[in-house]
């Protein structure tokens, strides 16, 4: 299997306990730490802001992923930055000024991502690619930890592979949602660089052994 990076995702995690949360992952050998915020209107659910990753910006040295989740996000892509992300992904069916927003996550001095989710064509997000550090493919609907990974999810993972080849060879392709120690050598072998794990890691008694099974070790 093609090694492919580890980034659990705290929205799995107990809120009551996150900063013990991010230190055990990061223990447990994940690779990049995933923070998923979501603004209760772009998905129907609600987490977290900047006070939460400035809290927990401390706590560990991994790469901090940043998965916004929220509408028009270039009004706070530079408080993200501030409190902490390493990259910020936004989606694209969420912002009215893609490029603008590439560009301000990039000033503020993160890298970029752009998100699609599973019923928005891959090729949308063609445009874009050669500015982007990060291309997220969504094999969920987004809102929620625990579903399952959609069918027809690996031809998109290839067809951003593809792109992301024929554009921007230094762009990473990363997966998020429903991926487990089952299906994470299917998807690395898709196409995935970087691999998100809430519920498989979370969930899991033995979080260093389930890091190391969805890494295919
Ligand atoms: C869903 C989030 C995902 C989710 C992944 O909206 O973007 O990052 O937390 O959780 P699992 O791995 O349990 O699907
Ligand atoms: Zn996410």
Request: charged share 25%.
């Amino acid at each position: 299997m093609k090694k492919a990076l580890v980034a659990p995702s705290i929205l799995s995690g107990n809120f009551a306990r996150m900063g013990d949360e991010v230190k055990d992952i990061t223990a447990c050998g994940a690779d990049w730490i995933h923070v998923d915020v979501m603004d209760g209107v772009f998905v129907p659910n609600l987490t977290f802001g900047f006070k939460m990753i400035n809290d927990i910006r401390p706590l560990s040295d991994l790469f901090y992923d940043v998965h916004l989740m929220i509408t028009e996000p270039h009004r706070y892509v530079e408080r993200f930055v501030k409190a902490g992300a390493d990259l910020v992904s936004f989606h694209i069916e969420a912002e009215s000024d893609i490029s603008g927003t590439i560009e301000l996550v990039k000033k503020s001095g993160a890298k970029v991502g752009l998100a699609v989710n599973p019923d928005t064509d891959i090729a949308k997000i063609e445009p874009f690619i050669d500015k982007l550090d990060l291309i997220l493919v969504m094999s969920v609907f987004p809102g929620f930890g625990g579903q399952k990974f959609i069918d027809g999810s690996l031809e998109r993972i290839s067809h951003a592979a593809a792109l992301r080849d024929k554009h921007n060879k230094s762009a990473k392709i990363e997966v998020d949602g429903g991926i487990n120690a089952d299906n994470s050598s299917s998807i690395a072998n898709a196409g995935a660089d970087v691999l998100v794990a809430g519920n498989a890691v979370f969930g899991a008694t033995d979080r260093r052994a389930a890091i190391s099974a969805i890494r295919g070790e």
